[in-house]
């Protein structure tokens, strides 16, 4: 597609379940990004994948989150056991590995923890 | 890490007013974009402006890069402009450092 596709949309679920987030990055952008929105807040950057080298995961909240990408395709960013204060938006981007180009933005996933 | 801020948090405007939105950082930086968040959560691009000048529509922006600061100009506002604007620099391999934004509200 044109654009960055993340999938789902929203979700909502309970405390304590497994929750898997995808995200399509633009073809052919070598980067790829993970950013959570808490309401009402900025961006808080999460992790970067770049080709096929092995991401900095320093970034990643806590040891329930986790993220994967194959290649320069598709990223799925997992968090276990789910707990409310994990609720937000979690947004995705790509990027081309150009410095004189911009990141590109998905439109989130809105994750809604009860 | 390098800290971004914007002014002013909140911007209440009619119609058809000006604005100008102010973005500080703290380091050099090779990348800075602006962005606007709709009301539906949409982040979409305004700029990609690490220094100069830009514009596009009713919208401009200009970075002065040795002096930490970009501001984003917004000339005969409308209701649809409304949104949270957000400046974020940095970017490779330890992503954008976003400020916190500049909540505007264009009342008809």
């Known amino acids: 597609g044109a654009g960055v596709s993340q999938s789902p949309s929203n979700k909502v679920t309970e405390k304590g379940k497994d929750v898997e987030l995808r995200c399509d990055p633009i073809?052919?952008?070598?980067?790829l990004y993970w950013y959570r929105q808490r309401l009402g807040q900025g961006l808080e950057f999460l992790i970067y994948f770049q080709g096929n080298s092995a991401p900095d995961k320093s970034g990643l909240p806590s040891d329930r989150f986790s993220a994967e990408r194959t290649g320069e395709s598709v990223s799925t960013l997992t968090i276990q056991r789910t707990q409310q204060e994990d609720s937000a938006v979690y947004l995705c981007?790509?990027?081309?590995?150009?410095?004189?180009?911009?990141?590109?933005f998905g439109d989130g996933t809105r994750l809604s923890i009860l | 890490g390098i800290q971004v801020e914007q002014s002013p948090p909140d911007l209440i405007l009619q119609e058809g007013a000006n604005s100008t939105l102010r973005c500080n950082f703290s380091d050099s930086v090779n990348n800075l974009q602006w962005f606007h968040q709709n009301p539906w959560g949409q982040l979409i691009n305004l700029f990609y402006?690490?220094?100069g000048t830009k514009q596009n529509g009713r919208l401009s922006a200009t970075t002065v890069a040795t002096e930490r600061y970009s501001l984003l100009y917004i000339s005969s506002s409308q209701t649809t402009d409304s949104g949270v604007y957000f400046c974020a620099v940095g970017g490779g391999a330890d992503g954008l450092t976003f400020g916190k934004g500049t909540h505007l509200i264009i009342q008809p």
């Open positions: 073809s052919g952008h070598t980067a």
């Open positions: 981007a790509s990027w081309p590995g150009l410095w004189n180009q911009p990141q590109h």
């Open positions: 402006i690490p220094s």
